[in-house]
């Protein structure tokens, strides 16, 4: 398999593309924004003018897009994309959306021969630069199969979750959880400052000890503990607050589902939907250390 069309060249599918024309593979590419494709195209990619142009002499197809619309919207219909390429193809999903919407593209894409994954990814932004995404899969072990060296070109740990929907379950249980230890570790870490702590003291004391996590190591959302961390920068780049606030949005749907109690993540949900109303959706979800700094 040497020839894919990427489709959705945003934050994260950009830096996943751009591993796959590293690692060797023929790249057709096609997203709204012109200037992505562009980019794309300097690099050795084919620009295409549509998804479907994109995706015509493709073996696999990967989409990298924000919402379950957009998805159906992609791949679903007459016009739809999945209506348009032959059986046989391998498609890869990697946008979050929801488990639902996943399992109807799903269904689609089997009554036409055609071979689909739902594989969202977690790492962010540097992970997709860096090419070592996680990808959480739903659907078959066979087509999963097939695509591993696609997958391996842009990530280092490639999980099956389940059948078909279970990677975007996997998913937003993976950030319901990050959600809450980010907004756990900055309440901390302005309680300990608010008392007269230094940052870098208290952070690599919490580090350290039995309230460490993924945040502490690796995110702390308090300015000038962490040179790189988005934190660090005016809570620039990064995963953006309202894509968070879009997953757990999805986590509580998912709830809803199984009956499941789920009152941390519904916290969360409300206080990054706040951010959103503050006008801070488009900085790393990290700057919900403000709301805690604020009320000082």
């Known amino acids: 398999m040497k020839q894919i069309a990427f489709i959705g060249l945003g934050h994260m599918g950009?830096?996943?593309a751009r591993n796959?024309?590293?690692?060797?593979?023929?790249?057709s590419v096609f997203d709204l924004v012109q200037s992505?494709?562009?980019?794309?195209?300097?690099?050795?990619?084919?620009?295409?003018a549509s998804a479907t142009e994109a995706s015509e002499n493709a073996e696999v197809i990967v989409s990298m897009l924000p919402a379950s619309r957009h998805v159906e919207g992609l791949y679903l219909g007459d016009d739809g994309l999945l209506s348009r390429i032959p059986a046989g193809r391998l498609v890869l999903e990697c946008s979050t959306i929801a488990p639902e919407s996943a399992k109807k593209v799903h269904q689609a894409a089997?009554?036409?021969g055609i071979d689909l994954l739902d594989a969202p990814v977690s790492g962010g932004?540097?992970?997709?630069?860096a090419g070592t995404l996680t990808f959480m899969v739903g659907g078959d072990a066979a087509a999963l199969e097939k695509a591993q060296p696609v997958f391996a070109a842009m990530g280092k740990n490639i999980f099956h979750a389940g059948p078909d929907g279970a990677g975007q379950i996997a998913k937003v249980c993976n950030n319901q959880l990050l959600a809450v230890q980010m907004i756990g570790t900055a309440e901390s870490m302005a309680m300990g400052v608010a008392n007269g702590l230094d940052p870098k003291v208290l952070a690599e004391i919490m580090r350290q000890s039995s309230g460490g996590n993924w945040v502490l190591e690796r995110y702390n959302p308090w300015p000038g503990v962490m040179e790189n961390a988005p934190a660090s920068k005016g809570y620039g780049g990064g995963f953006m607050a309202?894509?968070?606030?879009k997953?757990?949005?999805l986590a509580q749907e998912t709830a809803q589902v199984s009956a499941s109690s789920t009152p941390m993540g519904a916290l969360a949900l409300q206080l990054y939907r706040?951010?959103?109303?503050?006008?801070?959706?488009?900085?790393?979800?990290?700057?919900?250390?403000?709301?805690?700094?604020?009320?000082?």
């Open 20 to 27: 796959l024309l590293k690692a060797g593979f023929q790249l």
């Open 36 to 48: 992505a494709v562009d980019q794309l195209a300097g690099e050795g990619a084919r620009a295409a």
């Open 274 to 296: 706040l951010l959103l109303k503050q006008g801070k959706g488009k900085q790393d979800f990290s700057v919900v250390q403000q709301l805690f700094r604020d009320e000082r």
């Open 110 to 112: 089997r009554e036409r």
């Open 125 to 129: 932004t540097a992970g997709a630069a």
């Open 14 to 16: 950009l830096p996943m």
């Open 247 to 249: 997953d757990l949005g």
């Open 242 to 245: 309202e894509l968070m606030a």
